[in-house]
Every structure is written in C-alpha cells, then in structure tokens.
C-alpha cells in the first residue's frame, strides 16, 4: 500500500498513520484511554496534514479490529468504515497481535492484555500465524514463553520484548496487499464483562464458539 490512513483505538494508546507516495507520518499517544473519540478527528487531520495526504488520496483505509477495549475497537472501525462508506475506498483490517510482533524472529507470542481474564494471546512462527488467538491465563502464559520470544506493549509476568504498536501498524499495511482488503471486522476473543455479568445473573453460559 502506497496512500493510506490507518487508525487503532483499540487499546490504551492511540495511532493515527497517514502515509503518502511511501512517506509516513505517524500520531502516537501511549495513554488514551477513554479519550479515543475525543482525540481521534484530531489525530486524523494532524497525521494528514504532515503526510500531505488528502483523504481522497486514501487507496485504503486500515482499522486495528482487537482484541482490546470493546468500545476503543468499535471507534476505530466506526471512523474507517464511514471514510471508505463516504469515498469509496476499501478496508483492511489488522489485529492488534500483527502490530506487536511486527519485527518478530522465528517463533514469537504477541501478548495482549485482557484485565482480570488473564492474557489474550496469538503465536506466529516466520510472519504466518501458527497459535489461534485465545485467552491465556498465567499457567499457560508461563508455558508459552518457554517456546516463544514474547512480545506485548504491556507489563507481563514473563520476560518479554516490549512492542512499538505505532511502528508495528505501519509496517503491517505496509505489507497488505489488494487481495487483503475487505469487511473489517471487531476480533472479540470473550464477550464483554457486562455481557458475561448479564449472562451470569439469567444463567446463561458466557463462552464464545
């Protein structure tokens, strides 16, 4: 992808990238928490007008779909999906995983943070996705960074590279190629706490399929 704007609110920070003719600039706040609809137009027009990209220009517009905040996920596919709606432009979407194990060798766990649950995790080995996401609690997570070089932006309880999402986002649609275009959707690994408290009281089961 040669003109675009990517945009994640998936989690705590903020990313806003606009890259225009292979020369990007990039907004990056790392606490944004309960912010990202307050900051993200900002952000969207400050990272244009230092990448002098228009978003007529836009060949693609990319979203971090999650997993992370149930809402910070649903602002920034909100926002894409109203500019590709408005322009006629095409949607990729990028997991969160993809932005934290962007400069990964080998075998490498990209980690995500998922409150009291635990940890959401996703394994790739050599770029390609070999351990589906799921949601991972300290037990598993100890076993894991015993056969993957862990990745995360987030404190862990295992030794682990800390992740530049900014960077990581960049690179990812950098790389996307046409074919990788198409509906973004969210990536919810559990149902959200209220989801789960709601289905406890009527006797519900909270897992997803």
Not at 24 to 40: G, I, K, N, P, Y
Not at 180 to 196: F, H, M, N, T, W
Request: aromatic share 6%; net charge neutral.
């Amino acid at each position: 992808m040669d003109n675009f704007l990517a945009i994640d609110t998936a989690n705590a920070y903020l990313t806003v990238i606009a890259q225009k003719d292979g020369r990007a600039a990039a907004v990056f706040e790392d606490d944004c928490a309960a912010q990202h609809s307050v900051r993200l137009m900002d952000a969207v027009g400050e990272a244009l007008a230092r990448a002098g990209l228009s978003l007529n220009e836009c060949e693609c517009f990319a979203a971090v779909t999650g997993p992370g905040s149930f809402t910070g996920i649903r602002i920034g596919i909100s926002a894409v999906k109203g500019f590709c709606a408005a322009l006629g432009k095409p949607s990729l979407g990028i997991t969160t995983f993809q932005t934290l194990a962007y400069n990964a060798e080998a075998k490498a766990l990209a980690v995500v943070p998922a409150g009291r649950a635990g940890w959401y995790v996703c394994g790739f080995a050599d770029g390609k996705e070999v351990l589906s996401p799921r949601l991972a609690g300290e037990a598993e997570l100890s076993a894991l960074a015993r056969e993957y070089a862990v990745y995360s932006r987030a404190e862990l309880p295992v030794p682990h590279t800390l992740s530049d999402p900014a960077a990581g986002l960049l690179a990812a649609v950098r790389a996307a190629r046409v074919q990788d275009c198409g509906p973004v959707g969210a990536l919810y690994i559990q149902k959200s706490q209220a989801e789960r408290d709601r289905e406890a009281r009527v006797g519900m089961p909270s897992a997803r399929s």
